[in-house]
């Protein structure tokens, strides 16, 4: 069986305005999860998984990359 994510039908832009997901990492410009193209560089690599999780309805960004204090 194969697992895959849909961010929305159409547009990946359907989720709440007020809510985020963060992800831990341990640098400014790290990637946040292991995307398909894990041999790119690592700004490609946020970009992708930016792409993966898509914006709210307003346009703001759904997820970030946040290091820990």
Not at 18 to 44: C, H, K, L
């Amino acid at each position: 069986m194969g697992l895959g994510y849909n961010p929305g039908t159409g547009s990946k832009s359907n989720r709440a305005n007020d809510f985020q997901v963060e992800y831990m990492i341990n640098t400014i410009g790290d990637r946040w999860f292991i995307p398909y193209n894990d041999n790119a560089s690592m700004a490609d690599q946020v970009t992708q998984c930016d792409k993966l999780l898509g914006d709210t309805t307003d346009g703001s960004e759904f997820g970030s990359g946040v290091v820990p204090s």
